[in-house]
């Protein structure tokens, strides 16, 4: 899939060793400002405000530095859902951020009912990567969720990983979703400037 029409999100973090970064993403897809007292999109629907707001609830919560969402009509009374979040881990400067290693850390599976998840180290534009993809059901009612992780180490002379997720719990669109997951994914860049459509 290709990312004609796009708009740019940026996030620059302040802690040492986190590089800032951004990617890009369709025009249907909305920023969430993850400051205290953020105020949800202006225009949109109130179970659209609504879906923002958990989303910065459960990001401040997680301490994601970055965050969006998207929220289509698919009838009179069905959103399709998306969100993407970002992430970073840290680790004294100098140790090992083994991609191979971080990889088999994560079981893949395919069970009875439709979950799998595949786990791959693969080359994107910002650097090599773990991808972590598939359709998994969790939560107390029991959704399923299509899932993305790019697990990118960050550069720098730190530890840091980025961990880029996009998911939706329209599991019935899962490949379409994915190829979207992985066209977003594909214009990660680190600075804050304007990497190109992937």
């Known amino acids: 899939m290709t990312l004609t029409d796009t708009q740019l999100v940026a996030a620059d973090d302040d802690r040492a060793g986190i590089a800032p970064f951004s990617v890009r993403l369709p025009p249907n897809w909305f920023q969430i400002e993850l400051a205290d007292g953020g105020a949800p999109p202006a225009e949109g629907s109130p179970a659209v405000r609504a879906f923002a707001e958990t989303v910065r609830a459960g990001a401040v919560r997680g301490g994601v530095v970055l965050a969006a969402g998207m929220a289509e009509a698919l009838d009179d009374d069905q959103l399709l859902l998306a969100t993407l979040t970002a992430t970073v881990t840290t680790g004294p400067a100098g140790e090992d951020r ?10 893949p599976f395919e069970r009875p009912g439709g979950d799998w998840r595949r786990v791959e180290v693969m080359e994107v534009p910002a650097g090599r990567c773990v ?5 998994e059901t969790a939560g107390p009612e029991g959704v399923s969720a299509v899932i993305m992780h790019s697990l990118v180490p960050m550069p720098g002379a730190g530890a840091a990983v980025l961990d880029l997720t ?11 979703l994915l ?12 600075g804050t400037g304007s990497p190109s459509p992937s």
């Open 166 to 176: 996009l998911v939706s719990p329209s599991a019935g669109l899962a490949d379409g």
């Open 179 to 190: 190829d979207l997951f992985d066209a977003i994914s594909g214009t990660l860049t680190w």
């Open 98 to 107: 083994d991609l191979d290693a971080i990889a088999s850390a994560i079981a």
């Open 131 to 135: 991808r972590v993809t598939g359709v």
